[in-house]
């Protein structure tokens, strides 16, 4: 649960900028005209992407990875990422516990956040936890995190995907998320 706490103060300061990340597409194959296929073995997981998108590896921590899309016009000030990260549990639990421990820990790492607890959301052939929260940094633009948890009890794995956007863009760019979310496997 270490692992998790330190992983949501990660993602709250990470949000804004991934200043000293290098970019990586780890093991990526073009699946079409459209889309990049990655497998990650560190992350053991594999999902398609926007080929437009850019994949950013961050040093010291090879469970984690983001991907930004590109900013959409010369008007567009912030660009919208998908932070993943995944972390092996010692014991097998519920996927809805290992989704409130994931909440828990966030309002433990910043505790003025309001956390939405959204339910289950299925995507494909996979049931998601799926939570929300809004939060405005020093640069006064207004962010909305939706973030989508998933257990695998096969192998005590939790993997964590979280999209921030600029508030104007939060309904589109959740679509995004679950058109990449329905290519997700586990491996």
Do not use: R
């Amino acid at each position: 649960m270490k692992k998790i706490f330190t992983l949501s103060v990660l993602m709250i300061t990470g949000f804004i900028a991934c200043k000293n990340d290098s970019k990586t597409n780890e093991d990526p194959t073009v699946s079409t005209s459209e889309t990049i296929h990655l497998k990650s073995d560190s992350l053991k997981i594999e999902f398609d992407f926007p080929k437009k998108w850019e994949t950013v590896k961050t040093p010291n921590q090879p469970n984690l990875i983001t991907l930004k899309q590109p900013l959409t016009d010369p008007s567009d000030a912030y660009q919208e990422n998908i932070l993943i990260w995944t972390e092996q549990l010692p014991m097998n639990i519920s996927d809805s516990i290992y989704h409130l421990t994931t909440m828990a820990q966030l309002k433990i790492s910043n505790p003025n956040l309001t956390v939405e607890n959204k339910g289950i959301t299925q995507i494909g052939d996979k049931k998601f936890y799926q939570y929300s929260f809004e939060f405005t940094p020093a640069d006064s633009n207004h962010y909305v995190v939706n973030g989508y948890t998933y257990f695998n009890t096969k192998d005590s794995m939790g993997y964590n995907f979280n999209g921030t956007a600029d508030k104007k863009n939060a309904g589109l760019f959740q679509k995004e998320i679950e058109t990449i979310l329905l290519s997700f496997k586990s491996k």
